[in-house]
Nanobody, 123 residues
Framework: QEQLVESGGRLVQAGGSLRLSCAASRRTFSNYAMGWFRQAPGKEREFVAA????????DYADSVKGRFTISRDNAKNTVYLQMNSLKPEDTAIYYCAARALSATMRGPDYNYWGQGTQVTVSS
């Protein structure tokens, strides 16, 4: 079973940047497509970004396009989410997820989830 541990979330001012990391436990990390999702208080979980197994293809939610960048380092079993120009509406718990097939934007398609890391953007 794949274990995922997110880190990097914290309080940041609007306009600032953060880089989230998600470390995977298994050496077969490169076999998994990875996604980032978020859930704000009182809202449903939503897709943020996804990356395929090789890192050659990425997808983003419209709300983060041009501001967020997903990347991965298969040698380090880690996926990243670089978040720039943060807005208060980006405040949420951010989760990484793994899927042993192609990347999708649908949360239920992912097999493994981390515990999440809190990102708070103050205005």
């Amino acid at each position: 079973q794949e274990q995922l541990v997110e880190s990097g979330g914290r309080l940041v001012q609007a306009g600032g940047s953060l880089r989230l990391s998600c470390a995977a436990s298994r050496r077969t990390f490169s076999n998994y497509a990875m996604g980032w999702f978020r859930q704000a208080p009182g809202k449903e979980r939503e897709f943020v970004a996804a990356i395929n197994r090789s890192g050659s293809r990425t997808d983003y939610a419209d709300s983060v396009k041009g501001r967020f960048t997903i990347s991965r380092d298969n040698a380090k079993n880690t996926v990243y989410l670089q978040m720039n120009s943060l807005k208060p509406e980006d405040t949420a718990i951010y989760y990484c997820a793994a899927r042993a097939l192609s990347a999708t934007m649908r949360g239920p398609d992912y097999n493994y989830w981390g515990q999440g890391t809190q990102v708070t953007v103050s205005s």
